[in-house]
């Protein structure tokens, strides 16, 4: 079989045929200086919101800065407890830290990859304050069961949705369950900005008052400081691109589970797992992951076959050195830990064609095969 390159990301196809109209307008922007909470970050964040179904949404810099900002803003303090799950990527941990709260995990459902939440129980103490569901690969996290869950423990919700903009459940966009939700607009998600970018969503006033002092370092009017902030705003240059490529997004998503199908469908009978996803969700496929314990190797095939396959957190978050000083050992969540050892991503993008799904089923299939 002659080798094909099948890459993760087609940034020039984002554009569409004819970029020169947005060209055109962040040439504008860079000559007049329209830089900073301008007409064009507003424009981008009322779309945001609209098309999310929430109230408000305020850009940031990253989608790290939109969950540590997002706790600050639900009241999150010092020696309070968030709890989050084993698999997730750094952040989500990194943020609930830099809060100075204590991260407290759950371990992963193994069909779903999502948050078990039947561990939440145990997890809870007198100092939980908050729990952040991570809508993991794009698939969204059980909500009935946590928010169930919560309105018995008095315990606040924040989403993070970094990876599944417009993934839904019961037709109900994620980012809509908490009460706020963090986005993430990574040049390699789903939305992806031109560098680093993120959002918060919420339909709370409250929240979305201090979502707005907290990324402008705490000020409430000009040289008001009322609290100690963050400076932590979406480029107008970045707003720019997202808000153009904005109303594509449902179109890449639905061919996203497309490609996903066909995926499905050309690996079945193989022994590998899948992540499994329930009739009401909705998953918008930012990750398309699939699970065998002879993982490194298929990468290491893969790779040499010229498929970009990556594997994302082979380390979970209980085993990295920077959660060291927590005292959580080996053992504590198996379910991440085999998740962890056994999971590769094939790549996925909206316009990966069925020349190359095709490629890369059949290099999987002869990796089965010779071995
Ligand atoms: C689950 C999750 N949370 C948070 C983040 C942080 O987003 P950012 O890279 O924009 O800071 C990411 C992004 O990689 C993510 O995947």
Same mark, same amino acid.
């Given at each position: 079989? %002659?080798?094909?390159?099948? +890459?993760?990301?087609?940034?020039?196809?984002?554009?569409?045929?004819?970029?020169?109209?947005?060209? @055109?307008?962040?040439?504008?922007?860079?000559?007049?200086?329209?830089?900073?909470?301008?007409?064009?970050?507003?424009?981008? =964040?009322? =779309?945001?919101?609209? #098309?999310?179904?929430?109230?408000?949404?305020?850009?940031?810099?990253?989608?790290?800065? #939109?969950?540590?900002?997002?706790?600050?803003?639900?009241?999150?303090?010092?020696?309070?407890?968030?709890?989050? $799950?084993?698999?997730?990527?750094? %952040?989500?941990?990194?943020?609930?830290?830099?809060?100075?709260?204590?991260?407290?995990?759950?371990?992963?459902?193994?069909?779903?990859?999502?948050?078990?939440? +039947?561990?939440?129980?145990?997890?809870?103490? !007198?100092?939980?304050?908050?729990?952040?569901?991570?809508?993991?690969?794009?698939? !969204?996290?059980?909500?009935?069961?946590?928010?169930?869950?919560?309105?018995? #423990?008095?315990?606040?919700?924040?989403?993070?949705?970094?990876?599944?903009?417009?993934?839904?459940?019961?037709?109900?966009?994620?980012?809509?369950?908490?009460?706020?939700?963090?986005?993430?607009?990574?040049?390699?998600?789903?939305?992806? @900005?031109?560098?680093?970018?993120?959002?918060?969503?919420?339909?709370?006033? /409250?929240?979305?008052?201090?979502?707005?002092?907290?990324?402008?370092?705490?000020?409430?009017?000009?040289?008001?400081?009322?609290?100690?902030?963050?400076?932590?705003?979406?480029?107008?240059?970045?707003?720019?691109?997202?808000?153009?490529?904005? !109303?594509?997004?449902?179109?890449?998503?639905?061919?996203?589970?497309?490609?996903?199908?066909?995926?499905? =469908?050309?690996? #079945?009978?193989?022994?590998?797992?899948?992540?499994?996803?329930?009739?009401?969700?909705?998953?918008?496929?930012?990750?398309?992951?699939?699970?065998?314990?002879?993982?490194?190797?298929?990468?290491?095939?893969?790779? +040499?076959?010229?498929?970009?396959?990556?594997?994302?957190?082979?380390?979970?978050?209980?085993? $990295?050195?920077?959660?060291?000083?927590? +005292?959580?050992?080996?053992? /504590?969540?198996?379910?991440? =830990?085999?998740?962890?050892?056994?999971?590769?991503?094939?790549?996925?993008?909206? /316009?990966?064609? @069925?020349?190359?799904?095709?490629?890369?089923?059949?290099?999987?299939?002869?990796?089965?095969?010779?071995?």
């Amino acid at each position: 079989m %002659a080798t094909v390159r099948v +890459g993760r990301y087609n940034y020039r196809g984002q554009f569409g045929d004819d970029p020169s109209t947005l060209i @055109a307008e962040l040439g504008d922007m860079l000559l007049s200086g329209r830089y900073i909470l301008t007409a064009e970050v507003e424009a981008f =964040e009322a =779309e945001f919101a609209a #098309a999310l179904g929430v109230k408000h949404a305020r850009g940031l810099n990253s989608g790290t800065d #939109a969950l540590i900002i997002a706790l600050r803003a639900c009241g999150i303090v010092a020696g309070d407890e968030v709890i989050t $799950q084993a698999n997730t990527f750094h %952040a989500t941990v990194a943020a609930i830290r830099l809060c100075g709260a204590r991260p407290v995990l759950v371990d992963a459902d193994e069909a779903s990859f999502s948050m078990d939440a +039947g561990g939440l129980a145990d997890a809870l103490t !007198p100092r939980t304050r908050a729990v952040i569901p991570v809508h993991l690969c794009g698939l !969204p996290a059980p909500m009935d069961a946590i928010l169930d869950w919560v309105r018995g #423990a008095d315990v606040t919700v924040i989403e993070d949705a970094a990876q599944a903009v417009g993934a839904r459940i019961d037709g109900r966009q994620v980012g809509s369950f908490g009460a706020a939700a963090c986005f993430s607009f990574h040049p390699s998600k789903n939305l992806a @900005a031109a560098g680093d970018g993120g959002a918060i969503v919420t339909n709370d006033d /409250d929240v979305d008052r201090q979502v707005r002092r907290l990324r402008e370092l705490g000020q409430d009017g000009q040289n008001h400081h009322v609290t100690v902030g963050l400076n932590s705003k979406l480029d107008a240059l970045q707003a720019a691109v997202l808000k153009f490529k904005l !109303p594509r997004l449902p179109e890449w998503n639905a061919a996203r589970r497309a490609v996903a199908a066909m995926y499905r =469908e050309r690996l #079945a009978g193989l022994p590998l797992g899948f992540q499994r996803v329930g009739d009401r969700e909705e998953h918008v496929y930012h990750l398309f992951q699939v699970r065998t314990e002879r993982r490194d190797d298929l990468l290491r095939h893969l790779r +040499g076959a010229g498929v970009d396959a990556v594997v994302r957190y082979p380390t979970p978050i209980h085993l $990295q050195p920077a959660f060291a000083d927590v +005292g959580w050992r080996k053992g /504590d969540f198996p379910v991440a =830990e085999r998740l962890a050892a056994e999971l590769l991503c094939l790549p996925i993008r909206p /316009d990966l064609t @069925a020349d190359e799904i095709d490629y890369v089923a059949d290099s999987v299939r002869g990796f089965f095969r010779d071995r």
